[in-house]
């Protein structure tokens, strides 16, 4: 704590002396001196505080590919996401459902040559013969990712990422690693308790016709 004050004190004498308001790895937080200030740009909140954390989801099971207390541009990590894709499946996906800024020349020529469906509007001037099903099928992706969204949602609402108390940026990480297991074995259970109920009722449809 005493490190951190010092710092603390040196990086505002060096803000107050140069008339400015940003400083390298500026501290805000004592009790979590690894938080970082991270520009969001969103109107409820421009500047957000907390670890960054780029994450995936397959078959409705969210995994964790990237987490940082820094900003980092998460359109450079398309292609460490396929690996760890092929790392856990053994096999490349099929089809990538990402945001905007995962769609630039270098992710796009990347899955051409993976043969990996990027969703996204091709770049360039349109085809007019081809811009209706164009158009069809990237509404569709849009709304097939829209779970990644509720998964982030639910991931903070009711998992506790939206506040992360813990004091080192390892325990942090530890936090949000599983929170991210707990809803996955949440989503499993349920699973296996809809297999269980289908099972006993088949059971009890048996039953019933033996009887009669």
Partial sequence: ?????????????????????????RIVS?????IRPIPRGKAKAKTEFGAKVAVSVVGGYTFTDHISYDNF?????????????????????????????YRNQKNRTLCKDLNIHLSGLPLGRRNAAKYGQQMKE??????????????????????GMDRIRAKLPETGMSVITLAVMAMNLNKLAKAFLRRFLWLLNLECVFALNVAY
């Fill in 73 to 101: 541009n998460e359109g450079t990590l398309l292609a460490d996401a396929i690996n760890q894709y092929k790392a856990r499946f053994g096999m490349l996906p099929s089809r990538i459902l990402a945001d905007t800024i």
């Fill in 1 to 25: 704590m005493l490190e951190t004050i010092q710092t603390l004190y040196e990086q505002q004498t060096q803000m107050h002396r140069q008339g400015t308001h940003a400083v390298e790895n």
């Fill in 138 to 159: 990237f509404l569709t992706d849009c709304g097939a990712r829209n779970e990644i969204e509720g998964k982030i949602g639910t991931a903070k609402t009711r998992y």
């Fill in 30 to 34: 004592l009790n979590q001196s690894h």
